[in-house]
């Protein structure tokens, strides 16, 4: 297994409107994407930059991850993205590494990825995605 790209940064925001105005007029970079995934209880917003994303996700009511994330802990970075070829084979070659997945099983992202995730405390205190693309 190898992670070929850093797919995106996962920035948790409490405005998501508010955040992308920002992006736009301080740094240039322009929405590609928006779409509430349900299965994470988040809307996001993907914006373009190079070969990789900025991932802006604010949660779309008060339960789950990343409003408890921002209950807790503030805006700011939340997650770190890798893509993989492969997510079976990732998820498969992380079991035998004995890695503390959160996902033992792919799911649902946007866009048609599909996505897991790797527990900060399994390495380096960095929440990892995997997301695998669809193949067109
Ligand atoms: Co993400």
């Given at each position: 297994?190898?992670?070929y790209n850093?797919?995106?940064?996962?920035?948790?925001?409490?405005?998501?409107?508010?955040?992308?105005?920002?992006?736009?007029?301080?740094?240039?970079?322009?929405?590609?994407?928006?779409?509430?995934?349900?299965?994470?209880?988040?809307?996001?917003?993907?914006?373009?930059?190079?070969?990789?994303?900025?991932?802006?996700?604010?949660?779309?009511?008060?339960?789950?991850?990343?409003?408890?994330?921002?209950?807790?802990?503030?805006?700011?970075?939340?997650?770190?993205?890798?893509a993989?070829?492969?997510?079976?084979?990732?998820?498969?070659?992380?079991?035998?590494?004995?890695?503390?997945?959160?996902?033992?099983?792919?799911?649902?992202?946007?866009?048609?990825?599909?996505?897991?995730?790797?527990?900060?405390?399994?390495?380096?205190?960095?929440?990892?995605?995997?997301?695998?693309?669809?193949?067109?």
């Amino acid at each position: 297994m190898k992670a070929y790209n850093l797919d995106h940064v996962g920035i948790a925001v409490r405005d998501l409107d508010a955040a992308l105005a920002g992006y736009r007029t301080r740094y240039g970079i322009e929405v590609l994407h928006r779409e509430v995934v349900t299965d994470q209880g988040v809307e996001e917003a993907m914006l373009a930059l190079g070969g990789s994303y900025v991932q802006l996700i604010t949660p779309v009511g008060p339960e789950g991850p990343v409003a408890r994330f921002l209950d807790k802990r503030g805006e700011g970075l939340h997650h770190v993205a890798f893509a993989v070829l492969d997510l079976e084979v990732a998820l498969a070659h992380l079991k035998t590494e004995g890695s503390r997945l959160i996902d033992r099983e792919p799911r649902r992202g946007g866009r048609g990825t599909r996505i897991a995730f790797v527990h900060p405390s399994d390495l380096s205190g960095t929440l990892i995605e995997l997301v695998e693309h669809a193949t067109s």
